[in-house]
């Protein structure tokens, strides 16, 4: 197998009108970097269905600066994971238009675990700022990751929440990673990069231009089970994620307030709209158990790379749990009695580990391992 | 045609297991008194279908102790309002067990009026409190009814704001309406029978029973054609009404409010379970535009009684309105544009005129009369 290096990779991402279901096409013909499909006859192009843009790129050899690129990944330690990566989250693989490739920012392995969206207004009030923090910490801790927009107000509440939480965080940005939009997040975005990953699907140099933040946003709501929207007012770029949430399956939660709040109105839209009202975290968690959790578990996690390697250690609770857990349907007080849990964090520990497809439930609430 | 007397009233009220529809069919089988229904051979009783309590009932002629309810209906200047009276409200005919007679205390022609619930905690927060006040000051305002359980707290503010406005409000009881439930609002109840009316389904002397609430609660919703829930708790009786509503096809309506206050729990609780999210009481009214209006309203009218008699005369701009309505149907701008009044105010009068079934629109949102 043909392994892209890096100066492939920064061609593919510049190419445009090559998503990732293009690049896997592309592969799949043979074509494995931007050089050879340049020097593919244009019949082929048309074969692979890619749009005029990419085949006007193409013949124009001085289209790719990427000399700038590599200078770029080198200087802020970038990793790129492009289609077909083990660590490429196979969940946004179901989105329209995924990136072809990602740009990455610290640890790039926080992209294939199950990660919950926290987002909403850039100026909430305090009571939502904290509602953002309580509901974010309580995700992380249970080995959620928080992904958000990097933006100010709620973002980034839910950001240092999960960082406050020991756990793990996914910014989505809307320009190239060379640079930090808001500049005030700088702080905060090498906080995340050394605790989970800041992601772009613009090459570095990118600025962070309007057009550009709705991109982001379908990319918050892609790389997401779930979206919850904290506070946000009547026309608010966090109802456009929860649109694209809608749009992709994924689950909507939103946060009611009071009918005098200005920064309720949105949240109250979406759930006129259909999306779950939650009062706590809790409630987020229990619908996501509802829905197909295996599948979107099975989904969203790739077998681990190389495949010899073994299972990212669990933390010592889960641990005790996964020991209790058989391959046989056990009962939720059984497992209780057998770990000396509490009943909140069993329960907990046990959507963790289904999150991560390492249990599951049978239809009478009876839970064993994979 | 058989005019049942008072005395034949109070005995069907009194008469367990009859409800309006078991009273109406009694009429049918030509049976118009309790006296002729002990008369008649239990065979009959059976094909009646009248339950045990009923046969039993009806073999025990002590059974009945009407005078001191004649005294009482006097005292209190009462009027009865069985099944078949043109003014018994026929939206209550679809709910389960409707009461065979409805005592009232006030104008009963109110009780034909198009009616919005307005309910909730009995310790609101003062917001709580405004919030009914300003909701039900519009409703009635615009012509609905606004019906309630003249309990403390919501309830209350729901019927004084109705006064306020000069409306009409019903207050549905769970104890005869020889005395007033709670006390203290005795003088509310005066209020109200002025300009409005109280209802019960209990006799005379029937104490207010925590058995009876629930029974209230039914009516309250079964009279109404919607039911806003404005502030409740977890388990509060509210939800109970809610509950009434949704299984007799009322359309439920709840205020979302801060996830921190205990008593946004109920309301959020029927938002959950599919009752719609409002804002403010426009909210409400666009919603019973959308469901079907004039169904509703032809149900819910009774013809003027006797059908000689003019239609109740209309208000100054609702008669503008409607000399400017054609029964070709006309749009919002030609109305605005040839009454010379706001648009707000177009809109609200036309909603009143649809509940009223005087008018109603077509599918391309023109209004025309009927």
């Known amino acids: 197998m043909h392994t892209p290096d890096l100066a492939d990779l920064c061609r593919w991402a510049r190419l445009p009108g090559i998503n990732a279901h293009r690049l896997l096409a592309a592969h799949a013909a043979g074509i ?23 085949q006007k790129a193409l013949s124009n050899p001085d289209d790719q600066p990427i000399e700038g690129d590599l200078a770029s990944i080198e200087q802020h330690a970038l990793r790129l994971v492009a289609a077909g990566d083990p660590l490429y989250p196979s969940l946004l693989m179901t ?12 640890d790039a392995t926080v992209l294939a675990t199950p990660q919950l969206a926290v987002i909403g207004s850039r100026h ?28 100010l107000g709620i973002d980034a509440a839910g950001h240092r929440a999960a960082l406050l939480a020991r756990g793990k965080t996914v910014a989505v940005c809307a320009c190239g990673l060379d640079r930090t939009y808001p500049e005030r997040h700088a702080d905060l975005a090498t906080e995340i990069a050394s605790c989970g990953a800041l992601v772009s699907e613009f090459p570095p140099g990118t600025p962070p231009l309007a057009s550009h933040f709705p991109r982001r946003n379908r990319l918050i709501s892609g790389l997401s089970v779930g979206v919850l929207v904290v506070e946000a007012a009547a026309r608010s770029g966090s109802l456009v994620t929860a649109r694209y949430a809608a749009e992709q399956g994924r689950e ?17 839209q979406l759930l006129r709209q259909g999306a779950t009202l939650v009062e706590c975290a809790d409630d987020v968690l229990s619908e996501l158990k509802n829905i197909s959790l295996n599948q979107l578990a099975g989904d969203t996690l790739n077998p681990p ?3 010899s390697e073994a299972a990212p250690r669990l933390d010592n609770p889960s641990e005790i749990l996964l020991d209790a857990l058989g391959f046989e349907p056990t009962s939720l007080d059984a497992l209780i009695a057998s770990t000396g849990l509490s009943s909140t964090s069993v329960a907990s520990l046990l959507l963790t580990l289904e999150l991560q497809g390492r249990a599951a439930s049978d239809a009478r609430g009876r839970y064993f391992r994979l």
């Open 32 to 54: 494995h970097s931007v050089d050879e499909a340049r020097r593919a006859p244009s019949s082929l192009w048309r074969q692979l269905g890619w749009p005029i843009s990419t």
């Open 95 to 106: 989105i329209d238009h995924p990136p072809a490739v990602l740009f990455v920012r610290g």
């Open 124 to 151: 909430p009030t305090a009571m939502g700022a904290r509602t953002a923090r309580d509901f974010a910490f309580h995700f992380a801790s249970l080995g959620l990751v928080v992904t958000s927009g990097l933006a």
């Open 252 to 268: 909507v939660f939103a946060i009611p307030g009071s009918i005098h709040s200005p920064l309720s109105r949105g949240c109250h």
């Open 305 to 307: 790379d190389p495949p």
